[in-house]
Structure formats: C-alpha cells, structure tokens
C-alpha cells in the first residue's frame, strides 16, 4: 500500500471513531524511519484502545501490514506501527506533555485559549 493512501485510510479510521486534533506530519526529510507521523487525541483510555483497534482492522482490511503495536496496556498513548505511517494515539495531557508535533516540526498543537485574570477592584 503506499504511503499516501496508508495516510488518508489511517486519518478516515481515526475519524470513525471521533478522534480529536488529528495533525499529519510529513517527516521524509527528517528520518528514514517512516514517510508520515499522525497524532491524534482521545478522552479516555478506552478510546485509544478503540482507535488503535480500528486504525488496525481497517488498515489489514486495505492490504497493509500492521508491523506493531505498542501501549495497549495502558491506554494512554498508543502507538501502531504501519511502517511508512506511525500512529500515536494520545490522551491529551500525554499528547502536551511530549507535543511530538513541535519535536517533529508540524504544525503547532493548539492550546486552550487561557481565560482571562479576575481584575481587582479598589
């Protein structure tokens, strides 16, 4: 399968199931390792589990090789290894915590707008 196609079938996996902030970084300049890393966010570990599951089924189903998995323990990043895709499936306090999107020069994960400091008034 390649690369581009492996993308669009994980990113329409990762949408079945309600992935949030799915960001897509083409790292070929950057390693020899894989062509694309994509990030996506999870509510809870169940849901990574889910996404991990169903990034697997659909893409075995598509004639990709799924060459690992790993994480599935405790659900709160999961990583599958398609081999010129990886997939890292993240709770968000995981997924800010390492921002591997700033480690691999994506684009930068949005964060929260911060609410505004209570003013004191005299």
Known sequence: MEPEAMKQAVISALEDIKARDI???????????????????????????????????????AGAHVQGVEGLETGEWVLVDLGSVIVHIMQPTIREYYNLEQLWGGPPMSKKPKLAEPTAHP
Not at 37 to 61: F, G, H, P, W, Y
């Open 23 to 61: 960001a897509v970084m083409d790292v070929r300049k950057l390693t020899s390792m894989t062509d694309f890393m994509i990030v996506a966010s999870a509510d809870s570990n169940r849901q990574t589990r889910a996404l991990a599951d169903n990034v697997q089924k659909k893409l075995k189903e």
